[in-house]
């Protein structure tokens, strides 16, 4: 769901770049404040496996493929939705700038839906999914297909205020693709997540799984 | 394991993913890309992408730029290689910037502490 310069009008892409740059700078406040030098490597190497599940781009048939977009896994490994927003915002200006993926006007859009939404409903959501239901399996399931969905219909409301898509036809073939896309994200984050998990427990930071007896 | 093989470990598996991507990923448009063609008229929203279809972009009074390696090759002629080598600079850099731009702000913000 990278947006292409082509789809957004400039004066809307500064907009979005505004309110874009005030979370990349909490997100920049995060890293500073709250991520110990032990983890660095992890978010690192989070960002090189991010980057590269992103350019897979699958075969989700109805004419259409998808790549993972990775914001559930960033902000539950890390613990926050503030981690999301790093390593997406990084991911995007590589994806733009060397590869012309996502627009240069657009970029600030989509680190909005990628990484803001994203990173903040797979946050949250695991978080309360954890809370109910206790299975950590179950919770970043749904939480990664949700960080999959919601990002795409934000993308269509941003699509439709642009005058690039009708509102009714983007949410619903947005919505319909990122919901069959989002089955392989949730799959794929729970396999990374139990993969983490463990090779080093140590570098997992979610409160729920050290209250679960990590 | 120490976090020397992790690093190694993870980065292998990034360019294992991202390598498997040059040869198996899927030539169809994304989600983003499907809709628009949806909405041009040019497939249906559950129907197969016509061979010829191709998205009408707005140009005017929109910005543009070229980037070094769009859509992740390096030109037809270098094929599959050029998207190796794509891929491979890409997973690297993405890493090396992160990886940078957290240890700058660690040291920037040792002194306030």
């Known amino acids: 769901m990278h947006i292409p310069d082509a789809f957004i009008p400039i004066s809307q892409g500064?907009?979005?770049?505004?309110?874009?740059?005030?979370?990349?700078?909490?997100?920049?406040?995060?890293?500073?404040?709250?991520?110990?030098?032990?983890?660095?490597?992890?978010?690192?190497?989070?960002?090189?496996?991010?980057?590269?599940?992103?350019?897979?781009?699958?075969?989700?048939?109805?004419?259409?493929?998808?790549?993972?977009?990775?914001?559930?896994?960033?902000?539950?490994?890390?613990?926050?939705?503030?981690?999301?927003?790093?390593?997406?915002?990084?991911?995007?200006?590589?994806?733009?700038?060397?590869?012309?993926?996502?627009?240069?006007?657009?970029?600030?859009?989509?680190?909005?839906?990628m990484g803001v939404v994203g990173g903040f409903v797979g946050f949250y959501s695991f978080k309360g999914l954890m809370k109910v239901t206790k299975s950590m399996a179950f919770s970043v399931?749904?939480?990664?297909?949700?960080?999959?969905?919601?990002?795409?219909?934000?993308?269509?409301?941003?699509?439709?205020?642009?005058?690039?898509?009708?509102?009714?036809?983007?949410?619903?073939?947005?919505?319909?693709?990122?919901?069959?896309?989002?089955?392989?994200?949730?799959?794929?984050?729970?396999?990374a997540i139990n993969l983490i998990t463990n090779v080093r427990p140590d570098l997992m930071d979610t409160g729920a799984r050290t209250a679960a007896g990590a | 394991m120490d976090n020397k093989t992790f690093i190694i470990a993870g980065i292998i598996v990034a360019l294992l993913i991202g390598a498997v991507a040059v040869f198996?990923?899927?030539?169809d448009p994304d989600g983003l890309e499907s809709t628009a063609l949806v909405v041009q008229g040019q497939k249906t929203i559950t129907g197969d992408t016509p061979a010829d279809a191709e998205i009408h972009e707005e140009t005017a009074g929109r910005f543009s730029y070229s980037?070094?390696?769009?859509?992740?090759?390096?030109?037809?002629?270098?094929?599959?290689?050029?998207?190796?080598?794509?891929?491979?600079?890409?997973?690297?850099?993405?890493?090396?910037?992160?990886?940078?731009?957290?240890?700058g702000l660690k040291i920037a913000g040792k002194p306030t502490k």
């Open chain 1, 14 to 113: 500064i907009v979005y770049w505004i309110i874009a740059l005030v979370f990349v700078a909490l997100a920049l406040r995060w890293a500073r404040n709250e991520l110990s030098e032990d983890k660095l490597p992890l978010v690192a190497v989070l960002a090189a496996g991010i980057f590269a599940l992103q350019s897979f781009n699958l075969p989700v048939a109805m004419g259409t493929s998808g790549h993972l977009v990775g914001g559930a896994l960033a902000a539950i490994v890390l613990g926050s939705p503030f981690a999301a927003i790093f390593i997406l915002t990084m991911v995007l200006v590589v994806q733009g700038i060397m590869f012309g993926d996502g627009g240069i006007t657009t970029m600030g859009a989509n680190i909005i839906n």
């Open chain 1, 141 to 191: 399931f749904i939480a990664a297909w949700l960080a999959c969905l919601i990002p795409a219909l934000a993308c269509a409301v941003e699509m439709y205020l642009a005058g690039t898509f009708p509102l009714n036809v983007g949410l619903i073939a947005m919505g319909l693709y990122h919901a069959v896309i989002g089955v392989i994200e949730a799959i794929v984050t729970v396999a």
């Open chain 2, 24 to 27: 198996l990923a899927s030539g």
């Open chain 2, 67 to 103: 980037s070094p390696m769009p859509d992740y090759s390096l030109g037809e002629s270098l094929g599959s290689a050029g998207g190796l080598v794509a891929i491979l600079v890409g997973t690297l850099l993405a890493f090396l910037v992160v990886l940078g731009l957290a240890y």
